[in-house]
């Protein structure tokens, strides 16, 4: 059975030893691809480490969802033993993110002095980020986070992942759906003490960039979801954009268009037809070497007449 994001066999993921997927993806994506890569395990003790600033908006946005699959599944089972291999951490800051990247550390390699609560007494198979852009859209936040720390949230998973795995890396799969929206400075901005520049000088020094292009770098595979029903919209956007930054002699349009956050507080319900375009970066670092795309809708249904709140269940369109 492949990895994938949905609860059907059919549409899969490709192999990968990175993967990055923002855009609107379903917010329990990340659970159904915890779910079949645990399915496929040759070792049934392999367990999964799943990172995510939020306890509560992770839990609010899966139960607003409600993905029926999962309400059906998740508390019985096979599903539930499963379910049972995905330790969830929820670091509250960018620097509780580092520092429980870095205390880590494997059975193997812990000696005498190493803190229990930074043994794993297992080998992760799989290594999931999930949403760290929102520690960049935090009002109180925002204003003391800049490009290379959010970089640093990626690479420092990166190297934990190679360094919890004495044979072959660990996958990484990182979980971000306001990617393509996320502007940041590249150097932190400066404080009025510190300042040593005028105000235009200073504005220039805080320039924003996209950070969507420098992540993507990092990892093997990139894949953004577009609801096609914005399709109109987007080609608009892209084509203004376009325009725009030729004008300027730029080539930095933005890959992903606006507003397409799984998570944004909207009473606008998902249904799709949604598209998921992977691309594969090549020997040169550029992406398009290879592609895989998926294709879904998504419905609401009455799962019973004692039921809160309909669930939803998906409707694969694609196949790869």
């Known amino acids: 059975m492949p990895i994938n994001i949905f609860p059907a066999s059919g549409s899969s993921l490709p192999p990968f030893k990175s993967i990055l997927i923002k855009g609107a993806y379903a917010p329990s994506a990340p659970i159904h691809l915890c779910v079949s890569h645990l399915q496929i395990a040759e070792d049934t003790s392999e367990k999964i480490l799943f990172l995510t600033p939020n306890r509560q908006s992770f839990a609010a946005s899966l139960q607003d969802f409600n993905d029926g699959w999962l309400a059906e599944h998740a508390v019985t089972g096979t599903t539930a033993k499963l379910l049972s291999k995905v330790d969830i951490y929820y670091p509250p800051s960018t620097a509780h993110w580092l520092l429980l990247l870095s205390l880590f550390k494997p059975l193997s390699n812990s000696t005498a002095s190493t803190s229990r609560l930074a043994v794993l007494p297992y080998t992760p198979s799989l290594l999931v980020l999930h949403e760290p852009s929102a520690y960049f859209l935090v009002s109180d936040q925002a204003d ?45 901005p400066l404080t009025p003490s510190r300042s040593l520049f005028g105000d235009d000088e200073r504005s220039a020094i805080m320039r924003q960039e996209r950070i969507e292009r420098f992540v993507e770098k990092y990892f093997e595979w990139t894949g953004a979801v577009v609801d096609e029903n914005d399709a109109q919209r987007a080609f608009y956007f892209f084509h203004l954009c376009e325009l725009y930054f030729n004008s300027l002699h730029m080539n930095e349009a933005p890959r992903t268009p606006p507003g397409h956050g799984t998570f944004d507080a909207s009473s606008k319900t998902r249904t799709g037809p949604f598209k998921l375009l992977m691309e594969r970066r090549a020997s040169g670092n550029e992406l398009g070497s290879e592609q895989v795309v998926l294709e879904w809708s998504e419905s609401k249904y009455t799962r019973s007449t004692n039921a809160a709140q309909p669930g939803t269940r998906f409707i694969i369109r694609g196949d790869n």
Do not use: C, W
């Not at 970089?151 to 004495?166: E, G, K, P, Y």
């Not at 799969?173 to 400075?185: A, C, E, I, Q, T």
């Open 144 to 188: 003391t986070l800049d490009l290379p720390r959010y970089l640093q949230l990626i690479t420092t998973a990166l190297a934990t992942a190679s360094f919890l795995s004495s044979r072959e890396t660990i996958p990484v799969v990182l979980f971000d759906s306001r990617l393509g929206d996320l502007k940041l400075p590249i150097v932190r």
